[in-house]
């Protein structure tokens, strides 16, 4: 089973979910394995404008997920109490969360 997005420009982003969780980008018209260096266990995954790229996973707190925005070269920043159930990015780089039954918005990661 995939996950899949896609950034403001279009790149699609998958995650293989059957088979090791990796992280995959569509490049020239074919799927290629892109080495994020997230070794965390990847339940779905959200892009935005360039840089803004955020996956779900372990560890969980009242079971929802960590959330983690990818911060280039491989490396992965947990945003420090945010926790979610689902994440989506809107196009100027909004993160929404739903939690809890309840949707919101963050203001934090928003391009200008």
């Known amino acids: ?5 896609a950034d403001r420009s279009g790149t699609p982003f998958f995650i293989a979910q ?5 992280l995959f980008e569509w490049y020239n018209d074919h799927l290629e394995l ?3 260096g997230n070794d965390r266990q990847m339940e779905e995954i ?18 929802q997920k960590t959330i983690y925005k990818y ?9 420090p109490g945010k926790r979610a159930d689902s ?13 809890k039954g ?5 203001h934090d990661f928003v391009e200008e």
Do not use: C
């Open 34 to 36: 892109i080495d994020m």
């Open 102 to 106: 309840k949707v919101y918005m963050s």
């Open 71 to 79: 911060g280039g070269e491989k490396k992965w920043h947990a945003l």
């Open 46 to 63: 959200a892009a935005g404008p360039p840089g803004h790229l955020y996956v779900l996973g372990p560890p969980l707190q009242n079971s």
């Open 1 to 5: 089973m995939f996950r899949i997005t």
């Open 87 to 99: 994440i989506a990015v809107g196009p100027k780089g909004h993160l929404y969360i739903t939690a």
């Open 18 to 22: 059957k088979q090791s969780n990796q």
